[in-house]
């Protein structure tokens, strides 16, 4: 289970947005705050935020927490649909439903040398780590140069990011599988979010190298929790629930190509 | 009016709940941390995920979309099969604070009645059996078992034979007449009809320019589906004698109240559970306020109250 013996009923929780930060058109950072602390996450843990009191949008959208205090939870996210246009244009002071943090997070262990691979808006579970520990080299890629917004401030965050983009105008040109050719032979896992392709290309690419693998898999969810079957994927073991049994999977445990 | 405690309990034939509020089928995690208080405040009773003989891997593809106010699914009654479910799931979540429904997908005749089989084993455990006859009629040409009365009560008059506790028999939505369904389903041993189940539709995907489900259709629920479930609970519960329950886009405690004036015993709920887990409690609290303001000093009192004052 994904509640590492939380109640259920701690999961909701009302937030307020105490701050919007625009990044460019295209990319925002929400903070939101509870008035109980949340439980500490782990990268890759992610919330299902709700922007609407009423009942359309009708479900909360799952979102990487990018960062937290006590009180206090951060995610970062794209203008990709209805949901997140809304969430974009929310001001200051308004109230969500949050819930989370949910999910199991990437296999942290202290001292254990990771390369994190980022695609695009998978940078986000990166970031929750990178602040506390030198342990991690993450490699974000993007498609070009109208990711600049997020790139700038995701730099800020990760000293020493890598940055590659597909026509080159930010940071090395190419994708972050690059770096696993050039990877420190003292590194002894990958963990990678992004886009399903990517996240396939890595798993298979660490298996030809014998690297151990962990990807944040993104699909569509309803309730986050396990109830509603709405976001399995196939596996070497069996249908997995990407909320409750993921989102993070061993990247060998994964059947790609099974829809 | 101040009421007394237990004004919210109601009567399902011979089940007692101490709400009118059932959790759907489908919508629920089988861990036994959610089948107790606090978090099932509110809640009467929890159905379980659909079970059939051998386990099901469900539909491959997009299982979710969401609709205004509502959504679509095509999960596929993914389950473990009865027998794990069983081993594995049925102590934890019988020994919790709520009764549990056994949701039971009608199959061929001999798959159903072996799932019947093994849970009568494990009566003790069970409020009930949820019989739902939405699923294809393999053996029969493919139609829903619950498309017509004469195989709504073929799947029925097999299931009470074999199955000798309460008899819940949820209907489908897709059917040639409500209250002939009913009739034939009450007339073939169901004691009580959950009406309804969710409705079917299908969405396209403006991008892809394809159909967004691999299976082309799938089950529309929430709020927007609410006042034509609420229509078939009406239809259903002036054809039948036995109780009916509610179930459909149920969100709030007016929805509630609606289905109880319309002729239901209690309500199902099931989508809207996805985006508060207080909502059973909320709703409980909804419906007594109205309780006690109107008056009534039972919810059971409530009951087809819509159809008398017409």
Known sequence: MCLHGISPRMLDHEVILSDSLKLGEKFFVLSLESEKPFPKATPGQFVMLRASQGLDPLLGRPFAICGQERNRIEVVAAVSGRGTRIMASLPAGVRLSLRG?????????????????????????????????????????????????????????????????????????GTPLLSLGKMDPLCEAVWACGPTGMLKAISEECGERNIRSWVSLETRMACGMGGCHGCVIQTRNGPRKTCSDGPVFEGKEVLWNAS | MPLEKGASEVVIGKVPLRTPLIVASGTWPHGPEYWRDPVTLGVGAACTKALTLHPRQGNPGTRLWETPCGLLNSIGLQNQGVEAFIADD???????????????????????????????????????????????????????????????????????????????????????????????????????????????????????????????????SGPAVFPLSL?????AASAVDIPVIGCGGVSRAEDVIAMMLAGATAAEIGTIHFTDLSCFSRIEEGFLDHLSTKGYASAMDLVGKGKNER
């Not at chain 1, 943090?101 to 808006?121: E, Y």
């Not at chain 2, 028999?169 to 959950?194: F, H, M, S, W, Y």
């Open chain 1, 101 to 173: 943090p949910l999910g199991n997070g990437f296999p942290v262990s202290p001292g254990l040398r990771i390369q994190c691979l980022a695609g695009g808006m998978g940078i986000a579970p990166f970031l929750l780590p990178c602040t506390a520990s030198k342990e991690l080299e993450v490699h974000l890629g993007v498609p070009g140069q109208e990711w600049k917004p997020l790139v700038d401030w995701a730099s800020r965050k990760i000293p020493g990011l890598h940055v590659y983009s597909e026509d080159g105008y930010l940071g090395t040109r």
């Open chain 2, 231 to 235: 229509r078939l609970v009406w239809e």
């Open chain 2, 90 to 220: 049925l102590p934890l979540i019988a020994a919790g604070d709520i009764k549990v429904i056994a949701n039971v997908a009608m199959e061929t005749e001999q798959e159903t009645a072996e799932v019947l089989a093994a849970l009568s084993k494990h009566e003790s455990m069970l409020a009930a059996v949820e019989l739902n006859i939405s699923c294809p009629n393999v053996d029969g040409g493919g139609m829903a078992w619950g498309f017509d009365a004469k195989h709504a009560s073929r799947a029925v008059r097999l299931c009470r034979e074999k199955w000798r506790g309460p008899l819940w028999v949820k209907l489908t939505p897709q059917c040639t007449d409500i209250r002939q369904v009913a009739k034939a389903a009450e007339n073939a041993g169901a004691d009580a009809l959950v009406v309804a189940n969710t409705w079917l539709g299908m969405a396209i995907d403006t991008k892809s320019e394809k159909p967004v489900f691999a299976r082309v259709v799938a089950g529309l």
